[in-house]
């Protein structure tokens, strides 16, 4: 243990809190007399130059993680990751936290733009705590730190009910997942006798050869519970459309990309040490039972986390891919909309989870999916942002003529829905078809194939509801003509991440590249 | 003649620039682009001629995953490349009185077209796979924003079969990718790959039916006749004329180039079959068939030649299943002859007699006297629906020629069962044209007053060119087949030498 590898390993949260500070100080000290405007402007400026300099502290990090103790050798009792997946996931969440920042500058929800920066801020670090979470404690205070920053972000719109009501929604559940997610947590500890990640892996393993396997199942339903109520999977999604419709947009772009990235990132983590706790064992020879799976083959099957762990994920991605995408074909507000298309994503990707690789691909996959879909649905409630603005709605007659309204803001919508739904050229589309090659890739087996056919089946349902906005949008008669004004710098913004999907998807290698390079 | 497809995207873009309301400019623009667009496509066609396949460009795309952005043309992609210039100025020409956020129209107009170019172009499964889908989400706006008869309906249809067919193709795809072990997408590399027979088996019907979904295969065929009716005119030619050429293509392709064992027989039969061969070519002749008897039986003019186009492409889809020389070679030529006449056919309908009539019911048109008040469109009619009978002297002929001279070769009952659907194409073609334009009903007194009084608007010089362009192709092609058939005989040779039977 060095805490001077701590502080270096910390060093991009330590920013991040610092900049929640200044954030505070500087809104409720100095600008205390400014209109709100300029108070909104500086926050959410601040805020952005904290990810910045944060991402800096990231590359500064290395690859070495941080340890507590001496354990077995290298990476046993790993506290922090850093570098990595880890790497990419916390730079996709600086990333994501600023431009949910940059949507703020046209909102006018609240009149406390220092306090919201500052707990945007401190959610991020919880975000960034645990993707790079090793160990189970660490796990729960960093899953803490970023859902209590959500609840008070849901609640912010103080003059709004809904958001009352969606942040009570949202509160009653997390508590209770977040019970679920320790009561796991502790059996895992007395299975194991260990918090660290591979040192649980191992110790349940072990514990669960000699009877322990039910407790064990016990345990991991726990656990994906808890963990499925923060990506939204059904049957722990029924948070997810309340929260997504009532809190104020920026907060809930916020929660739809920045605490989707974290989770899957610590999910990522997750899986990838129950795949290769025994490589640190060097215990090379049992690499047949970490692939052996669910199959109905005639495959000596191993209890333990190897083997429960995906079985698990697959179930939750089955019922959420189905049930997302048919409960979102019903519904007539965007928001909702977006909610129930959420749910269908991460079924997309826990099917990734489920069939995760030896080699670093499905890892690459799945970071490459949260984060181009992170990127995607924070332009996507921008663009709803707006419309509400104007029209007081988020309802799908809201948009209702907007190439008519305004060209460019339809332009966007169009590209981000039809990413959504998985069209090439756009980086959806990629996103898709590198997870399922992934999955197909490991799990060679029909059950793999018919789960990436239901996917696709599914994706192409989901085309028909992305296309009723876009209908709207581009093909209905307006019943109000009056144009839609935006503000110039949140129509920058998702000109930008309009362009950046575009791009991306003809030129998909560029992310790929750069995920591959940490 | 990879600059077709740039050049159609950059027209979509600087059409969707475009300010409002300067309609004129952005027609003209859009006939330059399209015109250019042809002759690219012309001068290709000619250079190529005599030459196989020639790699066009070839850069890689995705290094990791071994995809390549490979663009080449062999005869058949040069035929039907050809096909969708011609397809696409007369489309354009047709197009000139959209009024109606004019540069949108042709915005969308052009992905579509640069998306169909790509497919034709596209020797990598995974490139091909993604202009594909480019083509596909246009053709909905252009038919939910322009269209006419039940259009949100017709298109919301239109665009779920698509997405359906290229879902199973995208699963077909991936399936593929990662049996061969996941280095490359391209087509030869796919199809040299040696993938299971028993593999093939399954992916050549998924991939197969994929796309015969846009290529109008009975029973799939449903999004066609209300898809067609619902679009606008130049949506309607290019559907016909050349998105249902896009399915057909990728089942040549696509499912028979790189599944070629899935055509092997079962080893066991069920009602008569014994093969997916045998499915798919049964399936083609109840398309011929009940395509052809539907079409005798609708009282909307459009509705009749959408199920004639049901019924062509039954031909195509057969010609494919005979897998000899002269059916596949039929088969293409179909696809370049069906192409130009269905789009001769529904701009006549659609455009030059809808837009003055406004009705297309058989039942009305037969008081209105065309004959003698639209002579132009009445012997354009003649001429188009000739060609679409398949007499001799036009593309038509040659082509169903081929496919049943194959399919004889084949399985002689096929060529049965087709040829009943020539016959009863004559007679839906014969009834529509004695309805429409030349009734034996003598008009009334009243009606000449009212004809007096309500004249129709003189046919344009736009309609005029785009009838001549689609009708001397036609005939080109009936008089001089070996134009077109010099080009795509060695190309079906490759691709039955490579492998596929």
């Known amino acids: 243990m060095n805490y001077a590898d701590l502080f270096r390993v910390t060093l991009p949260e330590t920013v991040l809190e610092v900049a929640a500070i200044v954030v505070l100080v500087a809104d409720l000290v100095f600008l205390r007399k400014a209109v709100l405007r300029a108070r909104v402007a500086a926050a959410s400026l601040l805020g952005i130059a904290g990810?910045?300099?944060?991402?800096?502290?990231?590359?500064?990090?290395?690859?070495?993680?941080?340890?507590?103790?001496?354990?077995?050798?290298?990476?046993?009792?790993?506290?922090?990751?850093?570098?990595?997946?880890?790497?990419?996931?916390?730079?996709?969440?600086?990333v994501l936290t600023a431009l949910t920042l940059l949507l703020l500058i046209d909102a006018d929800f609240t009149r406390h733009a220092g306090e919201y920066v500052a707990v945007v801020l401190m959610a991020a670090a919880g975000g960034m705590l645990i993707a790079a979470a090793q160990d189970l404690l660490v796990i729960f205070i960093g899953l803490e730190l970023l859902s209590l920053g959500l609840y008070i972000l849901t609640a912010f719109a103080k003059k709004s009910g809904k958001s009352a009501e969606a942040a009570m929604k949202y509160y009653l559940f997390g508590g209770m997942s977040a019970a679920f997610l320790l009561f796991g947590f502790s059996y895992l500890y007395g299975l194991s006798g260990s918090t660290s990640l591979p040192r649980v892996v191992y110790g349940t393993y072990m514990a669960s050869a000699h009877g322990g396997t039910m407790l064990l199942y016990v345990a991991l339903v726990m656990i994906a519970a808890g963990l499925g109520f923060k990506v939204a999977a059904v049957p722990f999604h029924l948070w997810a459309p309340d929260t997504y419709e009532g809190a104020p947009a920026p907060a809930a772009a916020f929660i739809a990309s920045v605490s989707k990235v974290a989770s899957f990132a610590l999910l990522i983590s997750i899986s990838s040490v129950a795949l290769h706790f025994f490589g640190e064992l060097h215990f090379t020879y049992?690499?047949?039972?970490?692939?052996?799976?669910?199959?109905?083959?005639?495959?000596?099957?191993?209890?333990?986390i190897p083997t429960a762990w995906p079985l698990i994920l697959m179930v939750l991605a089955v019922t959420s891919m189905v049930l997302g995408n048919l409960a979102a074909l019903a519904q007539s507000s965007v928001r909702r909309l977006l909610a129930y298309s959420a749910v269908a994503h991460a079924g997309y990707i826990l099917l990734g989870l489920a069939f995760f690789s030896w080699s670093s691909a499905s890892a690459h996959a799945i970071l490459y999916y949260i984060l181009t879909y992170g990127l995607t649905t924070v332009g996507a409630f921008g663009v709803v942002a707006v419309v509400e603005r104007a029209t007081g709605s988020d309802r799908m007659d809201a948009f209702l003529g907007l190439q008519k309204r305004n060209p460019l803001l339809a332009a966007v919508t169009l590209v981000l829905f039809l990413s959504l739904a998985g069209i090439p050229p756009l980086v959806g589309f990629w996103a898709k078809f590198n997870l399922f090659a992934a999955v197909l890739g490991v799990g060679a087996g029909s059950v793999s194939l018919w789960l990436v056919a239901l996917a696709i089946a599914m994706s192409a349902i989901s085309l028909y509801y992305y296309l009723q906005v876009l209908k709207r949008a581009y093909v209905m008669p307006a019943t109000d003509e009056t144009p839609i004004q935006a503000h110039p710098v949140t129509l920058v913004v998702l000109l930008a991440i309009a362009a950046a999907v575009l791009v991306m998807g003809c030129f998909p290698a560029l992310l790929q590249n750069w995920i591959a390079s940490f | 003649m990879a600059w077709t497809i740039y050049l159609s995207f950059a027209g979509a873009l600087v059409e969707a620039l475009l300010p409002k309301g300067k309609n004129e400019l952005a027609r003209w623009l859009a006939l330059a682009v399209a015109g250019a667009a042809?002759?690219?496509?012309?001068?290709?066609?000619?250079?190529g001629m005599g030459q196989g396949r020639v790699v066009l460009a070839d850069a890689a795309w995705v290094p990791s995953m071994g995809i390549h952005y490979l663009l080449a043309a062999d005869?058949?992609?040069?035929?039907?490349?050809?096909?969708?210039?011609?397809?696409?100025?007369a489309g354009v020409l047709f197009s000139w009185n959209i009024e109606l956020r004019t540069n949108q129209f042709f915005a969308f107009y052009f992905a579509l077209i640069g998306g169909v170019f790509g497919v034709f172009l596209s020797f990598d499964f995974f490139l091909l796979f993604t202009f594909y889908e480019i083509a596909i989400v246009p053709k909905y706006f252009l038919i939910a924003i322009w269209g006419s008869t039940r259009r949100g309906y017709g298109a919301m249809k239109l665009a779920l079969y698509s997405f359906v067919g290229s879902a199973m193709v995208l699963i077909g795809l991936l399936a593929a990718y990662t049996a061969s072990g996941s280095h490359s997408t391209a087509l030869v590399d796919l199809a040299r790959a040696g993938l299971p027979v028993h593999m093939q088996m399954w992916l050549f019907p998924l991939v197969f039916v994929g796309f015969a979904i846009l290529a109008g295969m009975w029973p799939f065929h449903t999004w066609a006749p209300t898809g067609h009716v619902a679009a606008p005119t130049a949506a309607s030619m290019l559907l016909a004329g050349v998105v249902m050429k896009l399915g057909a293509y990728g089942c040549l392709r696509a499912g028979m180039g790189l599944f070629p064992h899935g055509l092997d027989p079962w080893g066991f039969s069920f009602l008569g079959l014994g093969s997916w061969r045998d499915v798919?070519?049964?399936?083609?002749?109840?398309?011929?068939?009940?395509?052809?008897?539907?079409?005798?039986?609708?009282?909307?003019?459009?509705?009749?030649?959408?199920?004639?186009?049901?019924?062509?492409?039954?031909?195509?889809?057969l010609g494919l299943m005979t897998l000899n020389q002269i059916g596949l070679d039929g088969a293409v030529l179909q696809m370049f002859s069906h192409g130009v006449i269905a789009g001769l056919l529904f701009a006549i309908v659609g455009r030059i007699v809808y837009e003055r009539t406004h009705t297309r019911q058989l039942a009305e048109l037969e008081t209105m006297h065309l004959?003698?008040?639209?002579?132009?469109?009445?012997?354009?009619?003649?001429?188009?629906?000739?060609?679409?009978?398949?007499?001799?002297?036009?593309?038509?002929?040659?082509a169903e020629l081929q496919v049943l001279v194959g399919a004889w070769h084949a399985n002689p009952w096929w060529t049965a069962a087709a040829g009943v659907g020539i016959v009863v194409g004559v007679a839906y073609t014969w009834r529509a044209l004695q309805k429409a334009f030349f009734t034996d009903a003598v008009p009334t007194a009243h009606e000449l007053e009212s004809e007096q009084a309500h004249g129709f608007a003189p046919i344009t010089w736009p309609e005029m060119a785009g009838v001549a362009l689609l009708g001397i192709s036609t005939i080109v092609v009936g008089l001089y087949p070996r134009i077109l058939l010099d080009s795509i005989e060695p190309a079906v040779k490759a691709l039955l030498a490579g492998g596929m039977q």
């Open chain 1, 286 to 304: 049992v690499k047949a039972y970490v692939t052996a799976r669910i199959v109905s083959e005639p495959v000596h099957i191993t209890p333990g």
């Open chain 2, 280 to 317: 798919f070519a049964v399936l083609a002749v109840i398309g011929i068939v009940y395509g052809a008897l539907v079409a005798l039986a609708q009282s909307d003019f459009k509705f009749v030649i959408g199920y004639s186009s049901v019924s062509h492409m039954g031909f195509v889809l």
């Open chain 1, 51 to 94: 990810c910045a300099v944060a991402w800096w502290a990231v590359g500064c990090a290395g690859a070495q993680g941080f340890s507590a103790g001496q354990g077995w050798g290298a990476g046993s009792d790993l506290l922090l990751a850093a570098g990595g997946t880890a790497g990419v996931a916390q730079v996709g969440i600086l």
């Open chain 2, 371 to 398: 004959a003698r008040r639209l002579p132009f469109a009445a012997w354009a009619f003649v001429i188009a629906g000739i060609a679409s009978m398949g007499l001799p002297g036009f593309s038509g002929f040659i």
């Open chain 2, 38 to 47: 042809l002759i690219l496509a012309l001068t290709g066609f000619v250079s």
């Open chain 2, 75 to 89: 005869g058949i992609s040069r035929v039907l490349v050809l096909l969708t210039g011609i397809a696409a100025v």
